[in-house]
């Protein structure tokens, strides 16, 4: 998501912001309409930043980039993305018994 930094107007940045959500949901949308994936799963791979071509090895590897980067442990112990952490667990765990990702 952009940085308010990143903008000189604040609408500008307001309205970059708002095209990310939509550009999300239409992503989400699209897994969906796919037919391969669930609503719930279809967030999950966003969450976890990953597309429709995904397979077990690409989850795999980016659940462990994920993990490395929320993980307290490796920001000096600094819980702030510690609910991030968590959506990525949460994600992971649905994500790996989705019969559409072999």
Known sequence: MPRWADFDDPLDAISA???????????????????RFSQDE?????????GL????????????????????DRNGGDRKYEA????VVEAYQLLRKCSAIA
Do not use: C, F
């Not at 071509?53 to 307290?72: F, G």
């Open 17 to 35: 912001r708002a095209r990310g959500i939509k550009s999300r949901a239409q992503r989400e949308v699209q897994m969906t309409m796919d037919g």
């Open 42 to 50: 279809a967030q999950a791979l966003e969450v976890m930043g990953l």
């Open 53 to 72: 071509d995904t397979d077990l090895r690409v989850l795999r590897r980016r659940y462990s980039e994920l993990l490395r980067r929320y993980h307290p």
């Open 84 to 87: 991030r952490l968590g959506e």
